[in-house]
């Protein structure tokens, strides 16, 4: 359908591009969560998910040759192969429309058309941004789990020695990875390797309750089944249970769990007053060496850093911070508080991390500092040529549709204004990159991102 077909007050808002430019400026107005991933198409017509492979690396040679076996054509050398891991990639369409009725707007149809595209714009920046987050912290569909996966605490404290513990979030311990780098559900012949309290034990089994009633955001609630009996003195209330292949998760005051953090003027363990568990420049080091430990590699320069207005605050009160900046406090982190740079983190203030209810000391937060290739996106290969013959105008912008349809209703009224979005994201892992390949590299599946849990200050130096 040709520009003609929309109203005369529109046609030079389309021409102009006015309206891409004001989706786009809206789509991309703000840094998020989305940023870190890995841009990859997805083929068309293979199906709604994709098993990517990623290669590993070959083990350095320490060992000289040796003469006596330098003959024949192999030179006494035997080939070797890299190991390989496997991740999969599911796409769905996500969208979201709006209707501009060009005659009960009157005059003021060219603004109210704009503007529809600017909140378009917004919600699908919101939208994918919040995917990518929920994929980060959660973990892609038949994956290991995320940042937050195999990292929880017993909810009900075991009466006697048994092989089953009740646990807040069972995320992160549904699956391993094999010798083939193929990732399958845990179980008798494929256990995980567990640490409850402080005892290890091998997880063979996982069940999610019925009712869901797990306080971490997105977490679920349910039951780790184990080969043999784990003591009474492990599965004690809010004891930390940690899978051998879990990602970092940190907390000020080296606090074990969640429930472990204090809000200033609590007294700790040995009866003495704390200052509260609130974000530190101590803590956001050790996530960086954590990173730099398992080679992630920068993103510009800087591990990006998601986190909310309240920890950011906790972060400005802490003293070393306050001694980083002394007689700084014209700079534009104390000024602004926006997007800055310290000791190799891009500090990126977000309104989208994950917030958990009070679990007794004050309102959980959660910051994640990425490195590159931390996340996979999925844009679907064909998504232009798939809208080329709808009618109306369609405008392709950072891999998503803006899609603008003339009057079709019956009065010749109402015009469409829509974004598409064919896609999805997926968390690569990095179990090859170990400490043969890189000495100082964890055992954990996901080795590109930190996840710092903490109290958030507020105004007045209480908690949130």
């Known amino acids: 359908m040709a520009i003609a077909d929309f109203p005369a007050a529109l046609q030079p808002i389309i021409q102009q591009g006015f309206l891409a430019r004001a989706f786009e400026a809206s789509l991309e107005s703000k840094l998020g969560f989305r940023s870190v991933a890995d841009r990859m198409d997805f083929p068309a017509r293979i199906g709604q998910t994709i098993t990517d492979t990623r290669r590993g ?19 006494g050398m035997s080939p070797t192969e890299w190991s390989v891991e496997q991740y999969t990639l599911e796409i769905a369409q996500f969208g979201n429309t709006m ?15 704009v503007e529809n595209a600017q909140v378009l714009g917004i919600n699908a920046r919101q939208s994918l941004d919040r995917l990518a987050r929920n994929s980060l912290f959660g973990g892609a569909i038949g994956g290991v789990g995320g940042y937050l996966g195999g990292n929880t605490r017993v909810t009900t404290a075991l009466a006697a020695a048994g092989t089953t513990v009740q646990v807040d979030d069972i995320r992160g311990f ?3 990875m094999n010798s083939m780098g193929q990732v399958i559900p845990v179980s008798a012949t494929s256990g995980m390797t567990v640490t409850v309290g402080s005892g290890s034990y091998t997880l063979v089994n996982v069940a999610a309750d019925a009712t869901n009633v797990s306080k971490a955001p997105g977490g679920i609630s349910g039951t780790l089944t184990f080969s043999e009996n784990v003591a009474t003195t492990d599965a004690a209330l809010n004891a930390a249970v940690v899978a051998a292949t879990a990602p970092l998760v940190l907390r000020p005051n080296g606090r074990a769990t969640t429930a472990g953090l204090l809000a200033s003027g609590s007294k700790d363990a040995n009866g003495n007053v704390v200052t509260g568990d609130y974000l530190t420049i101590d803590t956001m080091l050790g996530a960086v060496a954590a990173l730099r430990n398992n080679n992630v590699p920068t993103i510009g320069g800087c591990f990006n850093c998601f986190l909310d207005n309240s920890q950011l605050l906790g972060l400005f009160r802490d003293p070393d911070f306050k001694l980083l900046y002394r007689g700084q406090y014209g700079s534009d982190e104390y000024r602004t508080g926006q997007v800055f740079e310290l000791l190799g983190i891009r500090f990126i203030p977000t309104t989208e991390a994950p917030q958990q209810a009070s679990l007794g000391q004050g309102q959980i937060h959660r910051a994640i500092i990425c490195g590159a290739g931390a996340l996979i996106e999925g844009d679907y290969a064909n998504m232009a040529q798939a809208y080329a013959d709808l009618p109306g105008e ?22 469409a204004q829509s974004w598409s979005w064919i896609g999805g994201f997926a968390l690569p892992t990095d179990l090859t990159a170990n400490t043969t390949i890189i000495p100082t590299a964890t055992n954990s599946y996901l080795k590109r991102g930190v996840v710092i849990e903490s109290l958030g200050a507020t105004s007045l130096g209480a908690t949130a």
């Open 99 to 113: 209707d501009l009725n060009q005659v009960t707007e009157g005059v003021g149809i060219a603004n109210q058309f």
């Open 174 to 176: 549904q699956r391993v």
């Open 57 to 75: 690396l070959l083990a350095p040679v320490e060992t000289p040759l040796n003469p006596a076996a330098n003959s024949n054509f192999d030179n």
């Open 394 to 415: 369609v405008e392709h912008i950072d891999d998503v549709l803006m899609v603008t349809r003339p009057p079709l209703d019956r009065l010749g009224q109402i015009i």
